[in-house]
């Protein structure tokens, strides 16, 4: 999700590449970058990647104090390469005091386990108050799904305030001339072409299930924790705003609303006392499908 204000041309930062971790299971194939915010880079279920990307190489990460306007666009320009990231401690659009999706996916991580299908990495960042919040962030790939597990932990003192958020984004490409679904109904097309269009629809719905369908796949997300009841459907068909992305995303958080700013103004934030932990957890499946199948199991 960006800002709906006009963008700049992106600017290509030389900083090293970043070491890609893969994970296997039967036929598919995930690519994770820790150094670069964490982002999962590729699923790869035997015919290419679902998730949409750039063309960009993920690179090491440094920690930056960009807030605000400034923050947006240093995500989209310089951050930004598709994939699926984590959002925290600032889900979503940013206030003139918080940056665009949080630090979560601006830095490297730390991988601290890894086998043939899983990855554990950590990071250590502020809330939105200050303190210490320690992340670990879990990826686990089966042949038919993969599982995104985070855990929040206070490692600090005094309660401390955040949001929470999942920002896979699909491949428009892949999914063309099929819908996304949320709760079992259809929400939206996915347009045959790039048609510049762009938007977004909010749902909350405890439980619920989302996903896209397409002529020979469909995939399905779900709330495993039960902690993430808000979702945003975003969508970006070569736009102004971001030309170079053909996307589409669902968008669980702990929040409604386009912005962590929303969050705050209606006191919807989550708190952790000293030593406490949160944890979310989205799983996406992937089925073989027609087109005709509009609904998400």
């Known amino acids: ?37 964490c982002v999962i880079q590729a699923i790869d279920l035997g015919e290419g990647n679902i998730l949409w990307t750039d063309g960009r190489r993920p690179r090491a990460l440094e ?12 995500f989209d320009e310089e951050v930004l390469i598709g994939g699926w990231f984590p959002m925290f401690p600032s889900a979503g659009v940013p206030t ?14 730390a991988v601290v386990e890894r086998s043939a299908t899983r990855a554990v990495c950590t990071a250590t960042g502020p809330f ?19 599982t995104v597990s985070s855990t929040v932990r206070n490692a600090g003192s005094g309660v401390r305030s955040f949001t929470w958020g999942e ?27 790039a048609n510049r269009a762009a938007g977004h ?7 619920a299930a989302a996903g896209v369908v397409g002529r020979s796949l469909t995939i399905a997300l ?32 702990t929040a409604a609303g386009l912005s962590v700013g929303d969050a705050i103004a209606a006191d919807a934030v989550e708190r952790l ?12 499946e992937w089925t073989l499908s027609t087109i005709a199948d509009s609904r998400v199991r």
């Open 1 to 37: 999700m960006t800002p709906s204000s006009s963008r700049t041309a992106r600017v290509d930062i030389p900083t090293p590449a970043a070491e890609v971790l893969v994970l296997r299971a039967g036929g598919a194939r995930v690519s994770i970058a820790p150094a670069h915010g």
């Open 63 to 74: 920690q930056s104090d960009a807030v605000g306007e400034e923050s947006a666009r240093e």
């Open 273 to 284: 006392g000293a030593g406490q932990s949160f944890r979310a957890s989205l799983r996406c």
């Open 201 to 207: 629809d909010a749902r909350s719905v405890a439980g």
């Open 128 to 146: 939105l108050d200050g303190g210490i919040a320690e992340v670990t962030r879990t990826v686990e790939l089966e042949p038919d799904a993969l």
């Open 167 to 193: 920002h896979p984004c699909f491949s428009r490409d892949l999914f063309a001339g099929g819908h996304a679904c949320f709760a079992g109904e259809q929400v939206a097309a996915v347009p045959a072409y």
């Open 222 to 253: 779900s709330d495993e924790a039960g902690t993430l009841p808000h979702w945003l459907y975003w969508y970006n068909y070569a736009a102004a705003e971001l030309p170079r992305a053909d996307t589409l995303a669902w968008e669980p958080s």
């Open 96 to 109: 003139a005091t918080t940056q665009q999706h949080g630090w979560a996916p601006r830095v490297a991580w």
